[in-house]
């Protein structure tokens, strides 16, 4: 069982908001800040009692090292971990954009540098990127310890190189290094998704539009498992997948995507991805973004563009949406399911301003509110 999220899709969001939205001349909403200043980026729950949150703080220089804070009775209340050696990146520059956990002491910020921790977020290592490759742009901290991670050659700011393509790299559990890396090609321009269910992971690598490539890797070695077509396959791209136990694999797929509007379906498998089936998801608003599965298979997923949660409660076939509970419509990402009932979701950037929000829901989606990690 994995709860959490981390950020999955390493392109496809980046592509469909370049595409869909340059120009768009949106203004960033501001607030006073809240002392002490804090401002969340990324969230991830490797168990129900211990949590972590990455964010930003003012520390009066130009580049501020982000701040770790960390919970270990489920949220009730929260403590400042520590503080990496690097600050968040804004696109195209140094830093760290996200936090991953595979247990309640082994962690990881990345993204396009790399740090880990191994004391709960206490102190921070940084970890030169495998094979000397430029930047780390995927991460998976798996529950049985091992890491997998998609490096890139091309230089930080540097866009995709055409002529170079991504690498991936499993570590062994526990470690920062050992690095090896998997026979496994991935062109530089693919939208990569990637999840595990104890020592097993599910691989999916996509063009932009059309079928992806899903392998089953175990131990380290790597299986191909099928193609995966979306509906509409020739007008349709894959979004994100996730996995909430041995065999059960879920795919977001969207079609016919613009100006806000998609057609978003989710691909059901309970044979490891052999063979799926098709659930239309109701409601065009909103790009397809980030796939959330809990354990007991509570389903929610993000939108791009409308900053909406789509949710499907367990044992239910109706899809549910809230569209009243973002006060500034700002991008959500990083959701991830704490338990059968409560998930959480960051709003906003934190390297671009402090105005930054976290929300939870506590009853499976229904409703959102607005918290704070301020410690105790």
């Known amino acids: 069982m994995r709860l959490h999220a981390g950020r999955k899709t390493i392109a496809l969001v980046g ?43 003012a520390c009066g220089t130009a580049i501020c090292p982000a701040e770790v804070r960390a919970t270990h009775n489920g949220g009730k209340t929260w403590i400042t971990a520590g503080r990496t050696h690097n ?7 140094p830093g760290l954009t996200s936090l991953q956990f595979a247990n309640s002491k082994f962690g990881w910020a990345y993204d396009p540098y790399l740090e880990v921790t191994k004391d709960g977020g206490a102190t921070w290592t940084q970890v030169p990127v495998p094979g000397g490759d430029a930047k780390i742009l995927n991460l998976l901290a798996a529950p049985d310890g091992t890491t997998y991670v998609i490096t890139s050659g091309c230089e930080i700011g540097s866009g995709i190189c055409n002529d170079r ?9 526990g470690k920062s290094t050992g690095w090896k890396q998997l026979d496994l090609p991935v062109a530089a321009d693919a939208q990569v998704s ?4 104890g020592s097993t992971v599910y691989f999916l690598a996509a ?40 065999g059960r694999v879920d795919v977001l797929c969207m079609a016919r995507f613009g100006q806000g509007h998609a057609d ?12 799926f089936r098709y659930d239309a998801i109701p409601g065009a608003l909103g790009l397809a973004g980030q796939l959330s599965v809990g354990p ?17 409660p367990t044992l239910s076939k109706s ?16 959701l991830v399911q704490q338990s059968g009932t409560t998930a959480w979701v960051v709003e906003g950037d934190a390297a671009y301003t402090q105005d930054t929000q976290l929300w939870v829901t506590h009853d499976a989606g229904a409703s959102w509110q607005q918290t704070s990690v301020v410690p105790a």
């Open 264 to 275: 978003k379906t989710l691909l059901v498998s309970g044979d490891g991805g052999k063979t």
């Open 194 to 197: 990637m999840d595990a269910t």
């Open 87 to 93: 600050g968040l990146a804004k696109s195209g520059e």
């Open 15 to 57: 592509a469909v908001v370049t595409a869909l939205l340059v120009g768009s001349g949106a203004g960033v909403a501001t607030a006073e800040p809240t002392e002490p200043a804090f401002a969340p980026q990324s969230i991830v729950w490797p168990t129900q009692t211990d949590g972590y949150v990455l964010g930003a703080v």
């Open 165 to 173: 393509p991504l690498k991936v790299w499993r570590a062994p559990a």
């Open 319 to 334: 899809w549910r949406i809230d569209q009243d509970w973002l006060e500034k419509g700002e991008r959500i990402h990083d």
């Open 207 to 246: 063009p932009f539009v059309g079928p992806g490539k899903l392998s089953t890797i175990t131990n380290g070695t790597v299986r191909p498992t099928s193609t995966v077509t979306c509906a509409d396959a020739e007008d349709a791209a894959i979004s994100d997948l996730a996995t909430n136990g041995p």
């Open 296 to 312: 007991d298979g509570a389903v929610m997923l993000t939108t791009i563009t409308a900053s909406l949660v789509y949710y499907r």
